[in-house]
């Protein structure tokens, strides 16, 4: 069998190509690389044959030619003082940045500290800032409570109620107080509830009472006769101390003295008196009392129901002490008809007749 020519020459060296100047700059340029023959191809594969292609190959690529190999470049020589330098550099650059970040540190404890000083060394201010806040808080709500109160239709007089009456209708009361009707019960005008109620004079006093709402309570406290004073026509008028009318009627009521001996109208000195001693009588002293005179302020005289017995009492002083002494005499003389006199105190006597 003829081999084809060329077999066995040897392979031909590829030019040397062009240099690279990024591959020269590159470490790994440095390395050799293999340049593949035809020999090796064929040891690699199949044997082809001179002028034999299989049908339906490619032609096979050249080879490219292989790089040369650059010789590593050779270290250069360390300079122990320039290492030196460097390494002081660093270290006083890391030496830095610790300090700065200590700094940082440092810094941030301070202010720390400072506000917690700061706080501390404030604390009662805050507190009294807080309670005059507080307060002024509780005092706003107050005075919007307060103007709800006041305006708000919701707590407006709608009910009256009248307590405490014996002589005076409480339905006329009523009657008397309706211009006060749908007022709010803050706004309620105690000067028209005066003048309301000032026609009746057997009404010696009066309370009123809100109760929300919308209801006012008053409560009438009504003059109690503590005399009685006849009139010219033989009819009676009971009084009460400041001789103001509480009733009239034809015959006389019972414990009610009958004022003697007064005339002109009411109040007089002389019936000033004989209320002044009827006030400061005993209450049980009082009931037992059927007439009183007085001519004078020394010289007030009592008679007693049930027995033709009087009594002279003087003045209004020492009234308790009177009532005391006359009980004493009166458990020594029984009902015997006479006069009993308690004007001196000190020398109480009965004088029979």
């Known amino acids: 069998m003829k081999r084809p020519e060329g077999f ?3 392979a031909e060296q590829p030019a040397p190509a062009r240099r690279d ?14 340049a593949r023959t035809p020999v090796a191809e064929r040891a690699a594969g199949q044997t082809k044959r001179p002028g034999a292609r299989p049908s339906g190959s490619a032609r096979p690529a050249p080879a490219k ?21 460097q390494r002081a550099k ?3 650059a890391r030496a830095r940045r610790d300090a700065a970040a200590e700094l940082r540190r440092a810094t941030k404890e301070r202010r720390r500290y400072e506000k917690a000083e700061i706080r501390r060394f404030t604390a009662r201010a805050r507190a009294r800032r807080a309670a005059i806040v507080t307060t002024l808080c509780a005092v706003g709500a107050m005075v919007v409570l307060g103007l709800v109160a006041i305006f708000s239709p919701i707590l407006a007089l709608r009910t009256i109620v009248v307590q405490g009456t014996g002589r005076v209708d409480p339905a006329a009361v009523q009657t008397a107080l309706d211009d006060q009707l749908g007022t709010p019960l803050a706004l309620i005008d105690s000067g028209r509830i005066d003048s309301d109620l000032a026609q ?30 006849q009139q010219d026509d ?6 009460d101390a400041a ?14 003295p009958l004022v003697t001996d007064t005339s002109g109208s009411l109040p007089n000195p002389a019936f000033e008196d004989a209320v002044e001693v009827l006030l400061a009588l005993p209450a049980s002293l009082r009931a037992q009392v059927d007439t009183i005179t007085a001519r004078s302020h020394d010289d007030v005289t009592l008679t007693l129901t049930g027995a033709a017995q009087s009594v002279k009492w003087g003045s209004a002083d020492d009234s308790d002490r009177k009532a005391e002494l006359l009980a004493v005499l009166q458990q020594l003389h029984g009902g015997q008809a006479g006069t009993f006199d308690v004007s001196a105190i000190d020398d109480g006597i009965f004088r029979a007749g």
């Not at 309370?207 to 008053?218: D, Y």
């Not at 001789?243 to 009610?256: F, L, Q, S, Y």
Request: proline content about 15%.
């Open 90 to 92: 660093a270290e006083a």
């Open 234 to 239: 033989g009819t009676y008028v009971f009084v």
């Open 21 to 34: 100047s990024k591959a020269a700059a590159s470490p790994r340029s440095s390395r050799p690389v293999a």
């Open 65 to 85: 030619p292989a790089k040369p190999v650059r010789p590593a470049k050779p270290a250069k020589p360390v300079d122990p003082r320039k290492a030196a330098q």
């Open 243 to 256: 001789g103001v009318t509480v009733e009239e009627a034809a015959d006389r009521m019972p414990g009610v």
């Open 8 to 10: 066995d020459k040897p």
């Open 200 to 229: 009746f004079p057997i009404i010696q006093s009066y309370s009123t009472e809100m109760i929300p709402p919308g209801t006012m309570v008053v409560n009438i406290v009504e003059r109690q006769p503590i005399a009685t004073v």
